[in-house]
């Protein structure tokens, strides 16, 4: 079905080999799913880019070697040629959404290529089914959690009826019920004989599904593990940067209400239409100079609440409490940085080291801001991307720059909204160690995550929305 034949490439004014691929050979079989896993920048987005056409249509570069689809080069082929072969979920979907309802988008693609209206209408009702998507149907895009816009983007491929799917770190930013259900749509791509080819690092949920894993590193393929091996494999590969494949379970406590320093919200409540309640929280404290996640089901405005808390949001109902005074929504503002759920929002200077150096106070010397932001880059593995364009790089990457900007901010609390999206193992402990030390200078983090591993790692309390 796929077969990549002494492939490489190279990005265009890539100033590093990150993301790069270098001789690749692999056969994929008709039906087969295939996971790939490896460090982060190790070269595994490339390679789905490739599949898909979007390297070199869109991402350029050079390449060489050959890659074939069912028998045929697609040497020369365009991203709209080969779609009708191949469908991707990304790993942001909000990037590859077309509309602003979610029946439209369901809708688009088919309609994009003249499909007979009843026809389009009917796959929509195979995949609501299928997908359980029913919750979905006829709303905003915009009023959708990162869990929700992953199921609609699933349910658009899935009407093209697609022969491969590729999926980039699909699982990012879904909670627990979630993956099950991706697990699931994916069981049953299989089931139909799709071939599929995921990029990820949170793998415990495809131990049973996958076929081969296939792991990368430095744009080369080092190891291919057949089904038989992967149920063996446990957590044997973490010193690699891999993530286990035994599912976590959380281990820290959730937090009491016997907090004596603490923020206490004793009410906030918004709604983004003013008719519909999007959050309702009442009787929460927060204990201060400590490192705590924030968990609930997708939907349930936990990103909401953080945005509520640093002022971004402006609720209706608001009174939140610091140290037993009221905290209002200006001072918060001044107090608390927050890193958002997709980091393309805040990105905006044309180097990783001016997006440290831009939020930095504007008492400290030109020089010294350069030289912490330096040191900042270094303790979160990014120093070879200080003259990078932050838009250039990877999504665990753009991640990690983001987390940066909030240690370079000096804040005392700083909020962080699935951080570990799209991290590897060794990412994720570096980020862990990060936040110990926040912790041990007297900051409090407040961290929105679905990722157990790392709420073992670092997290101090757990409070759940619902």
């Known amino acids: 079905m796929i077969r990549f034949s002494n492939v490489s490439f190279k990005y265009k004014n890539n100033k590093t080999d990150k993301g790069d ?17 490896g460090e982060s920048g190790c070269g595994k987005t490339t390679f789905i880019r490739l599949i898909n056409g979007l390297v070199p249509n869109y991402y350029h570069g050079t390449v060489t070697g050959d890659i074939f689809l069912d ?39 088919a309609e994009n290529i003249a499909m007979d209206p009843e026809e389009i209408l009917e796959r929509i009702e195979q995949v609501t089914d299928d997908l359980e998507l029913k919750d979905l149907r006829g709303r905003s895009i915009f009023e959708l959690s990162g869990g929700e816009k992953q199921r609609i983007a699933c349910g ?47 793998l415990y949920y495809l131990r049973e599904l996958a076929d081969r ?9 080092t190891d291919i593990y057949e089904s038989s091996e992967i149920l063996s494999l446990g957590d044997s590969l973490r ?62 405005g936990k990103s909401t609440f953080l945005k509520c808390l640093c002022g971004i ?21 001044r107090s608390c940085y927050m890193v958002f759920q997709d980091v393309n929002h805040q990105l905006f200077t044309e180097s990783v080291l ?38 250039a790089l990877s999504g665990g990457q753009k991640q990690r720059v983001a987390i940066a900007s909030s240690v ?31 912790r041990a200078a007297g900051k409090t983090i407040c961290v929105v995550t679905h990722d157990y591993e790392f709420i073992n790692e670092c997290c101090d309390a757990v409070i759940e929305l619902g």
Request: charged content about 30%; overall charge negative; glycine content about 6%.
């Open 213 to 221: 894993l296939v792991i990368m590193k430095n744009g080369k393929i």
């Open 21 to 37: 691929l270098s001789d690749i050979n692999l056969n994929i079989r008709s039906g087969e799913l295939i996971v790939l896993t």
């Open 313 to 333: 949001y402006k609720p209706e109902q608001d009174k939140i409490l610091l140290d037993g005074s009221i905290w209002k929504r200006k001072m918060r503002s």
């Open 71 to 109: 028998g045929e080069n697609i040497s020369g082929k365009t991203v709209a040629e080969l779609g009708r072969t191949v469908g991707s979920v990304f790993q942001n979907p909000r990037s590859q959404f077309f509309n602003v309802d979610t029946d439209s988008e369901l809708a688009f693609a």
């Open 354 to 391: 001016d997006e440290l150096i831009i939020g930095m106070e504007d008492d400290i010397p030109e020089t010294q801001k350069k030289a912490d932001a330096l040191q900042i880059l270094t303790r979160f593995g990014l120093e070879d991307k200080a003259d990078c364009h932050p838009m």
């Open 156 to 202: 658009s491929v899935a009407v093209m009826h697609p022969k491969i799917i590729v999926l980039d770190e699909p699982s990012s930013n879904l909670d627990r019920a979630s993956i099950n259900k991706l697990k699931d749509v994916i069981g049953k791509w299989k089931s139909q004989g799709k071939t599929v080819v995921i990029a990820e690092h949170r």
């Open 408 to 438: 370079a901010s000096g804040r005392d609390i700083i909020l962080m909204d699935e951080p570990t999206s799209g991290m590897d193992e060794l990412n994720m402990m570096r980020l862990s160690a990060e936040l110990k030390n926040l």
């Open 239 to 300: 010193t690699e940067g891999i993530r286990p494949f035994e599912e976590p379970e959380i281990k820290v406590s959730k937090s009491s209400g016997n907090v004596k320093e603490c923020i206490r919200i004793d009410s906030v409540n918004y709604s983004y239409d003013k008719k519909k309640t999007a959050l309702s929280v009442e009787g929460l404290k927060l204990p201060l100079n400590q490192v705590i996640a924030i968990t609930g089901q997708n939907g349930i």
